[in-house]
Every structure is written in structure tokens, then in C-alpha cells.
């Protein structure tokens, strides 16, 4: 079975920082273009960051450029969004999915595995 799951979601004060991680089970990620997702209270989903399969090209909103960064482990077959200078309006619930093509894309359409979520609050 086809898996994702998502954690490191905490309760964080702003400028704070936050590494989430995105472990697949059933699958290799290293085939697959990840995407990080995030949707808060009342807003519709927003693409925070993305890594391609092929060359691991990655691509990032620009409400967090410069503040997070995705990267890949493939030993522990694991993706992680390091999140740094985190600002309030960064709550959310954070996805990941994983789309079997190469190329990644902020866009959530076609990925085709959903993690549940982990949730990240930043509140002093």
C-alpha cells in the first residue's frame, strides 16, 4: 500500500524554526516530483514547495522564498521542508504529495498521493 505520512508540525514562535518530514512506504520518492502543500482556516490550498524526480529541481512560492527549503534523503526514503523565520500567517496544515512524473509543480492537481497533514503554528 501506497503511503504518506507527514510529521513535525508543532506550536513555534515567530522567527521560529520547523523541519517537516514527508515518509513514503510502498514506494520509492525518488521516482516521484514532491510537493509540499499547505491550507489554512478559511483559505483555499496553496503550493509551498516542490522537488523533481529528475535533478531534483526544486521550486518555492514566493511567500517563502529564502525562509524554506525542501530537500530529499533517499536512504530513508524521507522529504523534508525545513522551515526557518517563520511568520504567522505560515499556519497551516502542511501535505505533502507525490506525482509519478519527474516534474514538480506547485499546482496540487496532479499529484496523486496525499499525506494527512501535520499542523503548524506560529503564535507567540
Known amino acids: 500500500q501506497l503511503q504518506l505520512v507527514e510529521s513535525g508540525g508543532d506550536l513555534v514562535q515567530p522567527g521560529g524554526s520547523l523541519r517537516l518530514s514527508c515518509a513514503a512506504s510502498?514506494?520509492?520518492?525518488?521516482?516521484?516530483?514532491i510537493g509540499w502543500f499547505r491550507q489554512a482556516p478559511g483559505k483555499e490550498r496553496e503550493g509551498v514547495s516542490c522537488?523533481?524526480?529528475?535533478?531534483?529541481?526544486?521550486n518555492y512560492a514566493d511567500s517563502v522564498k529564502g525562509r524554506f527549503t525542501i530537500s530529499r534523503d533517499s536512504a530513508k526514503n524521507t522529504v523534508y521542508l525545513q522551515m526557518n523565520s517563520l511568520k504567522p500567517e505560515d499556519t497551516a496544515v502542511y501535505y505533502c504529495?507525490?506525482?509519478?512524473?519527474?516534474?514538480?509543480?506547485?499546482?496540487?492537481?496532479?499529484?496523486?498521493?496525499w499525506g494527512q497533514g501535520t499542523q503548524v503554528t506560529v503564535s507567540s
Open positions: 522537488i523533481s524526480s529528475v535533478g531534483g529541481r526544486t
Open positions: 510502498g514506494f520509492t520518492l525518488d521516482y516521484f516530483a
Open positions: 504529495a507525490a506525482r509519478n512524473t519527474g516534474i514538480g509543480t506547485l499546482d496540487a492537481a496532479p499529484y496523486h498521493y
